[in-house]
């Protein structure tokens, strides 16, 4: 079976919508129900799914392409009948398309269920039910915390008063991720899941002084209380430690401690004065979601996707004052106070050693990232900012999975 997906009309106004992003490759099979691609209207971002199993044989609209409803999106074929009939337009295809096939038209199911596009996509990459999944958003819609909160909810564990996640197969090669000032181990569940799928053991921490961990830190030295142990404990074995922003200081007292078989460093810290002081001070002493919201804005270039129940328990959380000594610790008058270029320098030496340079940093100078020791590598993402993989997933998590090979 030979048919053309078209642009079904997905609102009573829709005359056109710009194709967002294709989810399924030319040549790569899908099954009923799967996204095939993201499609922009005047009124926001829609998936626009498979009503039978098949396969995209080739696209006809492609990323960026502004086009009609009814226009041809691309060739399916191998597919099987769908359980409704399609509505066939029996007028002719534009001369671009393949003259052959007839065009089809598929509706829009209604699966009861409400979700974000990049929740859904989320979702997808981590192989979750939406079904399983509590949305918190307006009217129990499911927005990407919920996704990111539920990737880590069944591994949750605590040893030695550390909070932490920890999936994967048992044989894989051992990763650490370590989060920033003010996050938790669920800032990581999108890459984490990536890494596990692709055979990774991922050990994710709560650090001290951060999320569920009991453990406090009020200087950058205690970052790093009881990591060591916990990665003997449950990982049995030095590991490649990935970590970001401020999690580049207990990251590299791991290396030094000789608990490292390389350093990844997300949009580090310690590489020059150059702060936002009202981010880290600001979050140190956040107490609405109003805060929260206008200070996590700085960390990406995209629209900030969290729900106001999940920014409420954030600042929940941050209200309680367990950052204020640690903020004062790490940045005071004239800017950073932590500098770790001398040890990365050393520690190039024996260990591979990656930094990730967002250039849309608003928390950090990017420049100072990349003047380090030429032993270090060093990978430019120029359309990312602070939350790197949250711009630039894809190209993160590929820098992530081939920086912990073996």
Same mark, same amino acid.
């Given at each position: 079976? #030979?048919?053309?997906?078209?642009?079904?009309?997905?609102?009573?106004?829709?005359?056109?919508?710009?194709?967002?992003?294709?989810?399924?490759?030319?040549?790569?099979?899908?099954?009923?129900?799967?996204?095939?691609?993201?499609?922009?209207?005047?009124?926001?971002?829609?998936?626009?799914?498979?009503?039978?199993?098949?396969?995209?044989?080739?696209?006809?609209?492609?990323?960026?392409?502004?086009? =009609?409803?009814?226009? #041809?999106?691309? =060739?399916?074929?191998?597919?099987?009948?769908?359980?409704?009939?399609?509505?066939?337009?029996?007028?002719?295809?534009?001369? @671009?398309?393949?003259?052959?096939?007839?065009?089809? *038209?598929?509706?829009?199911?209604?699966?009861?269920?409400?979700?974000?596009?990049?929740?859904?996509?989320?979702?997808?990459?981590?192989?979750?039910?939406?079904?399983? *999944?509590?949305?918190?958003?307006?009217?129990?819609?499911?927005?990407?915390?919920?996704?990111?909160?539920?990737?880590?909810?069944?591994?949750?564990?605590?040893?030695?008063?550390? /909070?932490? @996640?920890?999936?994967?197969?048992?044989?894989?090669?051992?990763?650490?991720?370590?989060?920033?000032?003010?996050?938790?181990?669920?800032?990581?569940?999108?890459?984490?899941?990536?890494?596990?799928?692709?055979?990774?053991?991922?050990?994710?921490?709560?650090?001290?002084?951060?999320?569920?961990?009991?453990?406090?830190?009020?200087?950058?030295?205690?970052?790093?209380?009881?990591?060591?142990?916990?990665?003997?404990?449950?990982?049995?074995?030095?590991?490649?430690?990935?970590?970001? #922003?401020?999690?580049?200081?207990?990251?590299?007292?791991?290396?030094?401690?000789?608990? /490292?078989?390389?350093?990844?460093?997300?949009?580090?810290?310690?590489?020059?004065?150059?702060?936002? =002081?009202?981010?880290?001070?600001?979050?140190? *002493?956040?107490?609405?979601?109003?805060?929260?919201?206008?200070?996590?804005?700085?960390?990406?270039?995209?629209?900030?996707?969290? @729900?106001?129940?999940?920014?409420?328990?954030?600042?929940?959380?941050?209200?309680?004052?367990?950052?204020?000594?640690?903020?004062?610790?790490?940045?005071?008058?004239?800017?950073?106070?932590?500098?770790?270029?001398?040890?990365?320098?050393?520690? /190039?030496?024996?260990?591979?050693?990656?930094?990730?340079?967002?250039? =849309?940093?608003?928390?950090?100078?990017?420049?100072?990232?990349?003047?380090? #020791?030429?032993?270090?590598?060093?990978?430019?993402?120029?359309?990312?900012?602070?939350?790197?993989?949250?711009?630039?997933?894809?190209?993160?998590?590929?820098?992530?999975?081939? @920086?912990?090979?073996?």
């Amino acid at each position: 079976m #030979s048919a053309v997906l078209t642009l079904p009309r997905l609102g009573e106004t829709m005359e056109d919508g710009k194709v967002v992003a294709w989810l399924v490759a030319p040549g790569a099979p899908f099954r009923r129900g799967d996204a095939l691609l993201e499609v922009e209207t005047d009124k926001t971002v829609v998936e626009v799914p498979a009503l039978a199993d098949g396969e995209l044989a080739e696209i006809l609209a492609p990323e960026g392409a502004q086009v =009609r409803v009814g226009a #041809s999106l691309a =060739r399916l074929v191998g597919a099987e009948e769908p359980d409704a009939a399609p509505r066939i337009d029996p007028a002719p295809l534009a001369t @671009s398309a393949p003259a052959p096939a007839p065009k089809v *038209v598929l509706p829009m199911p209604s699966t009861g269920l409400r979700a974000t596009p990049l929740a859904r996509r989320l979702a997808r990459e981590a192989g979750i039910d939406l079904r399983d *999944v509590r949305g918190t958003g307006r009217r129990g819609r499911i927005e990407r915390a919920d996704i990111e909160h539920h990737v880590g909810a069944p591994t949750d564990a605590r040893a030695n008063g550390l /909070a932490y @996640s920890l999936t994967g197969p048992d044989t894989g090669a051992r990763v650490v991720l370590l989060h920033g000032f003010a996050g938790d181990h669920t800032l990581w569940a999108a890459p984490a899941a990536g890494l596990a799928r692709a055979g990774r053991r991922v050990l994710s921490p709560d650090l001290p002084g951060h999320g569920a961990t009991d453990a406090e830190a009020a200087t950058p030295a205690e970052l790093s209380t009881g990591l060591a142990d916990l990665i003997a404990e449950t990982l049995d074995g030095p590991a490649h430690i990935i970590a970001h #922003s401020l999690g580049a200081v207990p990251a590299t007292a791991l290396a030094n401690a000789g608990a /490292a078989q390389s350093l990844t460093l997300v949009a580090p810290a310690g590489l020059g004065l150059g702060v936002d =002081r009202t981010f880290v001070h600001g979050l140190a *002493v956040a107490k609405s979601a109003g805060e929260v919201a206008h200070l996590l804005q700085r960390m990406t270039e995209t629209p900030l996707a969290l @729900s106001a129940e999940a920014l409420t328990r954030i600042a929940e959380s941050l209200g309680q004052g367990r950052l204020i000594a640690l903020a004062d610790a790490i940045v005071g008058a004239a800017g950073q106070m932590v500098s770790l270029r001398a040890d990365l320098a050393r520690l /190039a030496e024996t260990i591979p050693i990656r930094i990730i340079a967002p250039h =849309r940093d608003r928390i950090f100078d990017w420049r100072d990232m990349v003047t380090v #020791s030429p032993r270090i590598a060093l990978h430019h993402l120029p359309n990312a900012g602070h939350m790197a993989w949250w711009d630039a997933q894809r190209d993160v998590l590929d820098i992530l999975r081939k @920086s912990t090979d073996g």
